[in-house]
């Protein structure tokens, strides 16, 4: 996945630039002067659409696999904190220290249920009781069915990115599934649903010990 990435980065970063409807579902969970933590975070799209005077700049904080990625993020927002690192192992971050941690079109590249658990562990781990987790996946585009379960694709899809068709795996996530992975992990599910029929989205909360 890196090396997809940084290969073509910048344009990859020139179609993150506006927000998706599905931002208006994290914007109203995020209260002011909450820590972020934003997995799989590009070039910092996300932190456009935070309000300074809600989130101040140092209470975001991103992290992604790929470096070119991360250098266009940095140089948007000098003042954050990003992270190059595999969301699919132990993240960098302390425990219960983030209020809110996000992965929007990221989560679809976990290509294995093993990487999925270890991912929403770790999220789990780094979340503050009370905390949430928002989670976006692609809802694959039927146009590539045949061309993938032809192939002996069932889970994980090729799908092909920009002008040059350079390659890119997804595997295929539902809400339905998403809701039984944040059980897993002792997530509690506020919901898991469809939206535009694009995109499968599912907001969890870490439970407060009583």
């Given at each position: 996945m890196k090396t997809e990435y940084d290969a073509f980065a910048h344009d990859f970063s020139a179609t993150r630039?506006?927000?998706?409807?599905?931002?208006?579902?994290?914007?109203q969970n995020i209260r002011k002067n909450d820590r972020i933590l934003d997995l799989g975070c590009g070039n910092g799209r996300l932190r456009t659409f935070l309000e300074e005077v809600i989130i101040p700049s140092g209470n975001y904080f991103g992290l992604d696999v790929s470096e070119k990625l991360l250098q266009i993020a940095r140089e948007n927002f000098p003042r954050d904190h990003f992270?190059?690192?595999?969301?699919a192992q132990k993240l960098p971050f302390g425990s219960d220290n983030f209020e809110i941690v996000v992965s929007i079109a990221a989560f679809h590249h976990l290509l294995n249920k093993k990487d999925q658990i270890i991912f929403l562990k770790e999220c789990h781990r780094i979340l503050k009781p009370g905390g949430k987790i928002f989670i976006t996946t692609w809802k694959l585009p039927r146009k590539y069915f045949w061309h993938n379960i032809l192939r002996g694709r069932f889970k994980n899809w090729n799908i092909p990115f920009g002008k040059e068709k350079l390659p890119r795996t997804y595997r295929r996530v539902s809400d339905k599934e998403l809701s039984k992975l944040l059980k897993k992990t002792d997530f509690r599910v506020i919901f898991s649903k469809l939206e535009r029929e694009r995109n499968y989205v599912a907001l969890g909360e870490k439970k407060v010990e009583n």
């Open positions: 630039k506006n927000a998706w409807p599905e931002f208006e579902i994290l914007l992270f190059h690192g595999n969301f």
